[in-house]
């Protein structure tokens, strides 16, 4: 069973730009988020989404988006790229997305996001 | 607000020693799930153990155990017999229920353990 695929690896813009990560969750599973890994910060959640519904955000400004499409791929997207953003970004996805709140979450290996 | 520290920033231990790292985390809710994961160099993050905060019973499971103390706050994870292969950042992390989401977690710092041949 393949796991969780985050695309592309490796990432490199320049401020003022937009950036699209793509991620597509294990098979059968409908709730994805994404979260933001730097140095300083740590791992911070930036959202969820179930059933193509945002249902849970962070603390990240509204420059930062996603989306969830029918097949439960996720796409986060991140416009007017500053060098903060610069971090990996992981994204989770889990079963259902319901019922007791301790299901565990299946992350991919992240995009690393360089902004120059 | 909920609130995940390790305050131990690294580790180093020898090949088939124990080791234990420390979690203590804060949280207003009676409600809430304790999670440990690993994240070796590739990147992603594995789901270790998790325990619920009805449930203080500590458990083994193969070389991984944990210590669970509500009235400390602190939720501990204890590799024994270490090996090279160990060696990763160990993350604790909170989630707050039922109010709360398992997908929303709250994270510590990460603990880096470095298992010496």
């Known amino acids: 069973k393949a796991g969780v695929t985050q695309t592309p690896r490796y990432l490199i813009k320049t401020r003022g730009q937009q950036v699209t990560l793509s991620c597509s969750p294990i098979s059968g599973h409908r709730s994805v988020s994404w979260y933001q890994q730097t140095p300083g910060q740590g791992l911070q959640f930036l959202f969820e989404y179930f059933s193509e519904t945002q249902r849970n955000k962070g603390n990240f400004p509204g420059r930062f988006s996603g989306r969830q499409f029918s097949n439960s791929r996720s796409e986060m997207n991140v416009s007017t790229l500053e060098l903060g953003d610069s971090a990996l970004y992981l994204c989770?996805?889990?079963?259902?997305?319901?019922?007791?709140?301790?299901?565990?979450?299946?992350f991919g290996s992240g995009t690393q996001l360089s902004v120059l | 607000a909920q609130k995940v520290t390790q305050a131990q920033t690294e580790i180093s231990v020898v090949e088939k020693e124990d080791v234990t790292l420390d979690c203590v985390y804060e949280?207003?809710?009676?409600?809430?799930?304790l999670f440990w994961y690993k994240q070796p160099p590739s990147g992603e993050l594995v789901f270790l153990i998790r325990r619920n905060s009805f449930d203080e019973q500590n458990e083994i499971s193969g070389r991984y155990s944990w210590n669970f103390q509500k009235s400390t706050s602190s939720f501990n994870f204890t590799i024994t017999a270490s090996q090279v292969v160990d060696s990763a950042v160990y993350f604790c992390?909170?989630?707050?229920?039922?109010?709360?989401?398992?997908?929303?977690?709250?994270f510590g710092s990460g603990t880096q353990l470095t298992v010496l041949p």
């Open positions: 949280t207003r809710d009676t409600t809430y799930y």
């Open positions: 992390a909170l989630s707050e229920g039922p109010s709360g989401s398992a997908r929303q977690l709250t």
């Open positions: 989770a996805s889990s079963k259902t997305g319901q019922g007791p709140t301790n299901e565990k979450l299946f």
